[in-house]
Every structure is written in C-alpha cells, then in structure tokens.
Nanobody, 118 residues
Framework: QVQLVESGGGLVQAGGSLRLSCEAS????????MGWYRQASGKERELVAH?????????GDSAKGRFTASRDNAKNTAYAYLQMNSLKPEDTAVYLC??????????WGQGMQVTVSS
C-alpha cells in the first residue's frame, strides 16, 4: 500500500518561490509515475506536472516556464518535488501529490494549501 506525505506548502508573496515535496512509501517499486494536481476554490482540478518513471516531466499550461518537477528514489521510498518560481496570486490552490502504480491505480496525498499574496 502506497502512502503519500506532502510538505512545503504555505504563504508566499507574489514573485516568490516555494518547493513542494511528496514522499511515497510502502511500495516504491510499484510506482510508475508521480506528479501534482491543484484545485483552486470554485475551479476544477488541473494538472500541474506529471513525471514519468524515466524522470521526464510534463507540465500543465499554467506551470510551463515557471515550475520544475522532479523525482528521486531511495531504498523503499519515492520522492516527487515541485519547485515553483515567479508565483502569482492565481497559483493559489490546494496542491495534491499523486503516485500512479504500474497497474494504473492512483494514490493521493492529503493536499496542502499554497497561498500567493499580491
């Protein structure tokens, strides 16, 4: 069973940076991909970044050019990171980490608030 723990969210001023982290433990070798979605109040959930098992990132339109997603592996744990630069108030949302297993099942983190003040 994969369990995800996120960290790094918080309050930042516009133009600032945050680094989100996600730790996936339990069945590291069953994980095919990891990534991030976000959901702003009153809006649909949108893809921020998806990182394949080869480490290749794919970004949603809102993240291109400002965010960098990456992955890393330890003995029994997989990690995903999201470096967010040049943050804008419209980046304010709950950010959720996910891990996709080889069989296609998704696990989700608890979500963390990112608030960008103007």
């Amino acid at each position: 069973q994969v369990q995800l723990v996120e960290s790094g969210g918080g309050l930042v001023q516009a133009g600032g940076s945050l680094r989100l982290s996600c730790e996936a433990s339990g069945s590291r070798f069953s994980i095919k991909a990891m990534g991030w979605y976000r959901q702003a109040s009153g809006k649909e959930r949108e893809l921020v970044a998806h990182v394949s098992d080869s480490g290749s990132p794919h970004y949603g339109d809102s993240a291109k050019g400002r965010f960098t997603a990456s992955r890393d592996n330890a003995k029994n744990t997989a990690y995903a990171y999201l470096q967010m630069n040049s943050l804008k108030p419209e980046d304010t949302a709950v950010y959720l980490c996910y891990a996709e297993e080889n069989v296609g099942f998704f696990h989700w983190g608890q979500g963390m608030q990112v608030t960008v003040s103007s």
